[in-house]
Nanobody, 124 residues
Framework: QVQLEESGGGLVQPGGSLRLSCGLS????????VAWFRQAPGKAREFVAA????????RYADSVYGRAVISRDAAKGTLGLTMVSLSPEDTATYYC?????????????????WGQGTQVTVSS
């Protein structure tokens, strides 16, 4: 089993930036891909970005491409997400998730472990 814990959410002004972190613990040797998803109020959960755990390859959703950077430190078991030029449309609960076999999938069913989420609100 893998445990994930997100941190770093909060209130951000439009045009600002955020840095989210996710700590992985437990049986992390079985992790193949890790991703960030987000869910805005009243909307479905959507894929944000993914990183391949062993070699760091990345994939981004069109909605954040060029504004987001996903990173990981496999030795420390940490995942990060940095986003800039935030708008109210980025307001959501952000989740990290791990997959034992998929990299870059936007299908939530490919991920078997999820964190509890961290709230990000973009507002003036």
């Amino acid at each position: 089993q893998v445990q994930l814990e997100e941190s770093g959410g909060g209130l951000v002004q439009p045009g600002g930036s955020l840095r989210l972190s996710c700590g992985l613990s437990g049986r992390t040797r079985g992790v193949y891909g890790v991703a960030w998803f987000r869910q805005a109020p009243g909307k479905a959960r959507e894929f944000v970005a993914a990183i391949k755990w062993d070699d760091g390859r990345t994939r981004y959703a069109d909605s954040v491409y060029g504004r987001a950077v996903i990173s990981r430190d496999a030795a420390k078991g940490t995942l990060g997400l940095t986003m800039v030029s935030l708008s109210p449309e980025d307001t959501a609960t952000y989740y990290c998730a791990t997959s034992p076999s998929a990299f870059g999938s936007s299908n939530q069913d490919a991920y078997n472990y999820w964190g509890q989420g961290t709230q990000v609100t973009v507002s003036s």
